[in-house]
């Protein structure tokens, strides 16, 4: 769809009034035809700001038509500089980064199919992978941040400490939409070991950076809201665990509703092996039991109604 009339005569079929005010405000290249669109179909999205509107009309410039994956916003996005220290500008660029996408991919759902536009299925899968791509990025940052500060974090016999961060929800299926949280728990290899920390502080120190960074407010928005709420213990419990506490939690404590949410962990940054360990010893046995119990599929009916009747309100 490279004629901007075209574009222009869309935005007009949804609001003529606000299509004409942004087209006389942004001009009608190609470019800034498609910001028109935008603009006029998502309101809240088009936060018309200079470094923004030059973000998306750059990506406009590069096509619309393919899908973006992981490894391909990996490549674009912008990366944390060794050594910059506590840099407020890695942030800046990563929500504009975020925004731009965004804004691309919200474009793509709104145009038909014939007119280069992208079904829902592809839609959730960007967005997926544009979340996936912020965290592992700011989680990057974090660790280098917090490494600087505290020293390289070290188990007992030496070997690197690492964490890795599992999505949960939308974000594990890869189904997240335009309004959804992106729901994380974070685990770390052992508490035995330490940087000029004790491991648990060191993570937990990296894991709330790396969440600041993605959804503190700024005069820019937020990259997206993040929700840890899915970790052992909900809200009351430590913002993150390490792989010994995570399986003593799910053994003794983990409820049906657990079982039903780990069905779609993913590890999604971090350190990848060690989410593969975590998903083959403690959430699989977790939640594929050797024995069947006779009352989980009536309990499983009653998660069901209970989060139709939370939905309903």
Known sequence: MDDPARWLSLAETIDGDRARELGRELGTTKERAALVLLGTAFPPLCTLSGPRVDAFTRLVSEGLQSERRAEDLLRKAPQPRPGAGDDPAFGAALRRFVWAERARIALR???????????????????????????????????AFVAQQAGPPRR???????????????LGGEELNAGSDVDLVFVYDTDEGESSLPLHEHWTRVARRAVATLDTPTEEGFAWRVDLRLRP?????PLVNSVAATERYYETWGRLWERAALLRARPIAGDRALGALVEREIITPFVYRHTVDPTIALGLADLLERSRRELSK
């Open 109 to 143: 759902e709104l145009l038909p199919l014939e007119l280069g536009g992208a079904p829902i299925a592809i839609t959730a899968r960007e967005l997926s992978a544009l979340a996936e791509v912020s965290l592992a990025l700011a989680l990057a940052e974090a660790e």
């Open 233 to 237: 213990e909900g809200s009351r419990g």
């Open 156 to 170: 007992a016999d030496g070997a690197p400490s690492t964490l890795v961060a599992f999505g949960m929800g939308k």
